[in-house]
């Protein structure tokens, strides 16, 4: 079972508002490229013109950047995110890790518990709030990477 999540904010990082959504039964590519598709809807429908993208999947991050398709899976969801780059505005896509990202990754996985399709938090969702301000100020949980 999988679902995304993502939260939108300020140039300050502030809260904006956030997303989960349900999934289903979906690979982590797939659900990622879900998360980044609802991300960028979002931020287009309340007029946003100038965003940072921020994905915690360097193949998410690679597939966009390069425009080269990834696995058949999520080609058409790929397709129609980069019908929405391509539009009149600007968008800048980022790495992350996922210990940097932690209340996407929370929101995400409260979508999995709630079997609904796209649920909008204009309100910070009060179990989260600690995950929240702990991305906010940069707490993250220090991991070991291969290089």
Sequence with gaps: MAGCGGVLRDDNGKWICGFSK??????????????????????RERGFHKVELDVDSKVVVSNLVDGKGGPVTGLSLLTNIISLLELNWEVRICHTFREANSFADALANLACDGGSSLIIYEQCHVH??????????????PRLIKR
């Excluded at 982590?28 to 809807?41: D, R, T």
């Excluded at 989260?128 to 949980?141: I, N, P």
């Design 22 to 43: 349900w999934l289903g039964v979906c690979s982590a590519y797939v659900a990622e490229l879900w998360g980044v598709l609802e991300g960028l809807k979002m931020a």
């Design 128 to 141: 989260m709030r600690l995950c929240f301000l702990a991305d906010y100020v940069g707490v993250a949980t």
